[in-house]
């Protein structure tokens, strides 16, 4: 792992470079799978007063609950709209790794959104513990590329 120390002042920013640039290319990524849509985008107004995040597994179609959200999302990309102005992007597969550890079995009571023509259930997650949820996934992702820069 690089040392990202600096002695003094360094008004370049030159240590944080690389890490910096990665964060471009993920920002890219979003933006690019915005326009040829394998970005799913779900707006939430509820979460900048709740805290939490609403994230959809189920729909009840036809008197019956069927997969649904980030279950069956094919998008790349899951993006959470918290208000209007703050963002939170993930590649879904992390999403639907955070989304299994929180649902409980379809016998067992899951939050519902009955609002709409096509009632949900889902997980409510507090927005922190989402984002460090995220952070561990991408945490144990970095951990064998980091033991295999050090062979």
């Known amino acids: 792992m690089t040392d990202r120390m600096a002695e003094g002042y360094e008004p370049d920013f030159d240590i944080d470079q690389a890490v910096g640039y990665q ?25 900048i007063q709740t805290g939490n995040l609403y994230i959809e597994c189920q729909c009840l179609r036809r008197g019956r609950w069927v997969p649904s959200g980030i279950v069956t999302t094919t998008s790349e990309i899951w993006c959470h709209l918290i208000g209007l102005s703050l963002l939170i992007a993930a590649p879904a597969a992390d999403v639907r790794e955070v989304v299994r550890k929180y649902w409980k079995s379809p016998d067992e009571a899951n939050p519902e959104c009955m609002r709409g023509s096509h009632p949900t259930r889902g997980v409510v997650i507090h927005i922190p513990q989402f984002v460090q949820e995220l952070r561990w996934i991408a945490k144990r992702r970095a951990e064998p590329a980091a033991s295999n820069e050090e062979d």
């Open 23 to 47: 964060g471009q290319l993920f920002t890219w990524k979003i933006i690019e799978a915005l326009k040829d849509g394998s970005a799913e985008v779900k707006a939430d107004m509820r979460a």
